[in-house]
């Protein structure tokens, strides 16, 4: 009797099957552009584009800056001891030979720190560049899941910053190294050593040809 | 031989019988409509979200796109670099960059008072240093500039950067949104359930059907046994 004519939810479990169907095929799709997008986002990121060379640039451009800055100050500081030297005779003397070990060792500390300081800068531009690789991360997965796009958003601007590189002048890179000054404060490091070498190549008493660093 | 009310118990139990079952049909009926009215509206509701859910995702997905492709090598280095020549320009004053080229007013202007009566050689060799001295402050600009455009000038890679990826995650954010309301609103069509269909009075017309059969046995009985 109730066979034929009885009410039937068949309809309603196949609308279910479908729904479950189609809920399916979406994560698989959802699944399928996640990997796709952290694909575009590896290779773009990757270093095929941001690579050695982009860094480097970076790194040189900061050298090139005050490297010459260095240099300059270098060449200044030699010329004026030089002079120094040649005033108080010292010119070809076991003090000179001091004098411009000083100055080497100077300019060698002085340029490895400024090599340091353009390698941790170019270090942080690494890492303002892993920021903004990590944000698109974030946006890929913010587009394929609505409930975290807040949140990512949220903190986005607090993410990919660069370290302000030092552009500043550098200032006086090399210690002032007075020769001749027989009245100039002692007991600056070195002196005793350049007084003694001084003594043994110029027979000379300590007084005006003392060298003080 | 069967008196007459038991005929009459006999025919009411059936046409309570069929009332019943002609009841049971209307209710089913109504029912089968009801189901296929539920699944309509539930497809209807289904596709729509889909279709709205994912018009919104592809919203997202265009600024998501868009950030990434401003944010590629090429495209941040083409940046860079026309941000270090215009930093190149703000940053070198005038005076030096003409001194740099050769003017020579602005060479002359940088010179002592008195050398401009000097030898020619020595004016020669005086304004060579300047040059000189322009070009290689010039060049030390432009690595100031080229470091500068990395990270924290106006149009530098920092500043670019987080304006593309705010501008991506703002869309993204209000597509995220928008996406968790009409998905709220879906859950609550969803949780709509199918009418239920109750067969008003079908107990009433079982028992008068039962009744009448009882009254209709009954007949039947007496009349039997009197026949013994």
Redesign the interface.
Known sequence: ??GK?????N??VQ?EMQ?AQ?ARD?ENARQA?LNQ?KS??DS??GND??GDP?YN??QQ?????TL??LQKQYGEAKRTAEADLARAGLLRSGAAGFVQGKLTDQQAVNEAGLRAKADT?TSD?RK?IAA?QQ??YN??Y???D?????N??AT??A???????N?AALGDMFKPIAIGLGSAIPAVTGQAEAQRQLNARTGRESGSGTVTS | MCDPISIIGLGFSIGMSLYNMQQQQDMASKQQSANDQWVAYQRRQSQNYLQRDEDLRRNAEAGREGALEELGAKKQTAAQESESERLKTSLTPEEVAAQAEGDPNAIAGAMFSGQQHGSEEMKTAIQGHIQQAAIEARKRIAALADVQSYGGSQYGLTNRANTILNTAGQDIRLAGNERSGILSAYNVAKAVEPIKITQYGGGAAGGLAQAGAGVAGQGLGNALAASI
């Open positions: 009797m109730g004519s009885g009410p039937s939810n309809q309603m609308f729904q189609e979406k552009r997008g575009a986002i773009i990121f584009n941001f982009f640039k970076y451009a900061e050298l090139d800056y010459p800055q800068d531009l303002s903004q944000q698109a946006q890929l913010a587009t394929e609505p409930t975290v796009a807040a990512t958003a986005s601007a993410n990919a910053q660069l370290q302000t590189p552009v």
